[in-house]
C-alpha cells in the first residue's frame, strides 16, 4: 500500500486525537516499517489494519467507524494533492463513475505499484450510480468512506446505500448512489 495512505492516516490520529496516539498506536503494533512512512514508498497492507485495530482498541470506537473517518479525510486530502482530477468535474456521480477509467489509471501512471481496488460500474444515469467494489484487500469501509468525502465534497444531496453480494464465493460491496 503506498505510503501516502499511511502519513494521511496518522495526520488524521494527530488532529482528531493527538501526537501522542500516534507513538502509541505504533508502539502496540509490530510494524516492519516501525511507522516510518514516506509518502512515496509502499508498505504492507496489513500494517494499516494493524494500525486501525490499535486505534479502536485504545479509542473504543469500531474499526469500520474508524476506517469510514478516514475515508473522508483520504478523499480532503486528495482533492488538496491532485487537483486536477477535479477539473472539469462539478458533479459526485460524474467524478465517482470515472474512478476506475480516470483516477485510478491515473494514479497507476504515477505509481506503478499502486494495489488499486477495481469498481464496476453497473449503472450510471444522472440520478443514480451503482458501483460494485472489488478487492482482495478488502477495504469496503474505506471505499465508504472516500464515496461519502466525494458527496461532501460537492455539497450534494445524494443518498448512500451498501450491500453485500455473494459472487462465486465472493463476498462483494455494492454502492447504490441515489440522487434526493
Ligand atoms: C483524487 C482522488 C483519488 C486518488 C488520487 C486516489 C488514489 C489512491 C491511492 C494512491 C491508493 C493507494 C494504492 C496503494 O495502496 O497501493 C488508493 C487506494 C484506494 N482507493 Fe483511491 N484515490 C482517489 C479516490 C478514490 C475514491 C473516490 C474511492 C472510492 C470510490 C477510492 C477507493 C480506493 C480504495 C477503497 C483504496 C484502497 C485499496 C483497496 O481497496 O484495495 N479512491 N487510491
Given at each position: 500500500?503506498?505510503?501516502?495512505?499511511f502519513t494521511?492516516?496518522l495526520?488524521m490520529v494527530?488532529?482528531?486525537?493527538?501526537?501522542?496516539?500516534?507513538?502509541?498506536?505504533?508502539d502496540?503494533?509490530?510494524?516492519?516499517?516501525?511507522?516510518?512512512?514516506?509518502a512515496?514508498?509502499?508498505?504492507?497492507?496489513?500494517?494499516?489494519v494493524?494500525?486501525?485495530?490499535?486505534?479502536s482498541?485504545?479509542?473504543?470506537?469500531?474499526i469500520?467507524?474508524l476506517?469510514?473517518?478516514?475515508?473522508?479525510?483520504?478523499?480532503?486530502?486528495?482533492?488538496?494533492?491532485?487537483?486536477?482530477?477535479?477539473a472539469?468535474?462539478h458533479d459526485?456521480l460524474?467524478?465517482?463513475?470515472g474512478?476506475?477509467?480516470?483516477i485510478?489509471?491515473?494514479?497507476?501512471?504515477?505509481?506503478?505499484?499502486?494495489?488499486?481496488?477495481?469498481?464496476e460500474?453497473?449503472?450510471h444515469?444522472?440520478?443514480r450510480?451503482?458501483?460494485l467494489?472489488?478487492?482482495s484487500r478488502?477495504?469496503?469501509?474505506?471505499?465508504?468512506?472516500?464515496?461519502a468525502?466525494?458527496?461532501m465534497?460537492?455539497?450534494?444531496?445524494?443518498?448512500l446505500?451498501?450491500?453485500?453480494?455473494?459472487?462465486?464465493?465472493?463476498r462483494?460491496?455494492r454502492?447504490?448512489l441515489?440522487?434526493?
Amino acid at each position: 500500500m503506498k505510503g501516502v495512505v499511511f502519513t494521511s492516516f496518522l495526520e488524521m490520529v494527530e488532529s482528531q486525537f493527538t501526537a501522542d496516539m500516534v507513538d502509541d498506536i505504533i508502539d502496540d503494533c509490530d510494524l516492519p516499517s516501525c511507522g516510518a512512512y514516506t509518502a512515496v514508498g509502499t508498505y504492507p497492507h496489513e500494517e494499516m489494519v494493524d494500525l486501525v485495530v490499535a486505534l479502536s482498541k485504545r479509542s473504543g470506537i469500531a474499526i469500520p467507524d474508524l476506517l469510514r473517518a478516514y475515508g473522508q479525510h483520504l478523499f480532503a486530502h486528495f482533492f488538496s494533492t491532485h487537483p486536477s482530477f477535479f477539473a472539469n468535474v462539478h458533479d459526485a456521480l460524474s467524478f465517482l463513475a470515472g474512478i476506475e477509467v480516470i483516477i485510478h489509471a491515473e494514479v497507476l501512471k504515477l505509481y506503478p505499484d499502486a494495489q488499486l481496488p477495481r469498481f464496476e460500474t453497473e449503472h450510471h444515469s444522472p440520478q443514480r450510480l451503482v458501483l460494485l467494489y472489488h478487492s482482495s484487500r478488502h477495504f469496503e469501509d474505506l471505499a465508504e468512506g472516500l464515496i461519502a468525502g466525494c458527496i461532501m465534497h460537492f455539497g450534494e444531496k445524494i443518498e448512500l446505500h451498501r450491500e453485500t453480494v455473494e459472487n462465486q464465493g465472493q463476498r462483494q460491496e455494492r454502492f447504490i448512489l441515489t440522487r434526493t
